[in-house]
């Protein structure tokens, strides 16, 4: 009964860590692709080759359900995977769209047409890639009408997170929020369009200030995954071992994992023949 967590790194991690304490009873084989991340400086065709082979790693892993923790990946490949690749008896699911709908207050399922919403300026903070595919905004417009949304590619920090290096995360996320706010001085939410942004949320937190109210992926994926799943139990996968899996050196992928979380996380390489 496994199910899939696919990130082009660590910031997946944020989500894997909600969803495990969510859902205890089911194990989640995690697939970093810390070799080639960060995917947000990356174009498009590279973004889908790199997304599906990572989503066939988790396929032999026994998961028929993938989840991108990588908004990167579900703005500028999911659509593409849906349509052309993922075989019927699969299921690849992204993480905007439950993030949108907590934002638009709608419930899943709920298509009924745009309307007005209490939130009507949002910041929106993602890699140079989710801000360049428009697909927050797209999702948004099917829900939504009247929200002025100012993005701000947050160029740096993945690279920062993945290296370890956080008093320089922190430093661009703060230039990044000044950017912004110049841009849009008084935005009602933010959005943390990025996995690897919570891994920074109290800098966003107080870089905003206050009266903005921050939406961060990890909890809202992981209740519309337990809400998915109590209606479609029959993606749970066959497969039974919960793993951490990368691509990058295993040593220093869970050496940084462990710094980030606070406990010990064990990675194995996910080609090691390779
Ligand atoms: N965590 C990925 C995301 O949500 C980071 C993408 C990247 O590797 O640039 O977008």
Redesign the pocket.
């Known amino acids: 009964m496994a199910v899939g967590i696919f ?3 660590l ?2 991690l944020t989500v894997w860590e909600a969803v495990t304490a969510r859902l205890p009873e089911v194990p989640f084989v995690y697939y970093g692709d810390n070799a080639h ?5 990356r174009d498009a065709a590279d973004i889908f080759a790199l997304t599906c082979r990572g989503v066939e790693r988790l396929w032999d892993e026994g998961c028929d359900l993938v989840i991108l ?4 990946a579900s703005a500028v490949a999911l659509k593409k995977m849906q349509e052309t690749w993922v075989p019927k008896h699969k299921r690849v699911l992204g993480v905007f769209v439950p993030m949108i709908e907590a934002l638009t207050e709608r419930q899943w399922g709920d298509n009924s047409p745009p309307r007005e919403v209490a939130v009507k300026h949002v910041a929106l903070f ?2 140079p ?2 801000v360049s595919s428009r697909a927050f905004q797209r999702e948004l417009a099917f829900r939504a009408i009247g929200v002025d949304v100012e993005a701000q590619p947050c160029g740096g920090v ?1 690279d920062a997170i993945e290296a370890g290096d956080m008093i320089l995360a922190e430093a661009l996320v703060r230039s990044h929020v000044e950017a912004l706010l110049r841009r849009m001085p008084n935005p009602e939410a933010a959005v943390l ?4 942004y919570p891994l920074l949320e109290h800098v966003f937190q107080d870089a905003l200030g206050p009266k903005v109210s921050v939406y961060s992926q990890p909890r809202l994926v992981a209740e519309s995954l337990a809400d998915y799943l109590a209606r479609r139990p029959e993606f749970l996968g066959p497969g039974t071992q919960r793993r951490l899996l990368t691509t990058g050196d295993p040593k220093k992928v869970g050496a940084k994992a462990t710094q980030f979380l606070k406990r010990a996380m064990t990675f194995e390489a996910a080609f090691p023949e390779a």
């Open positions: 990130d082009s790194g910031g997946g991340a960060p995917y947000g400086v923790a990588c908004n990167t993602a890699t890639a989710t993945v369009g990025c996995t690897h």
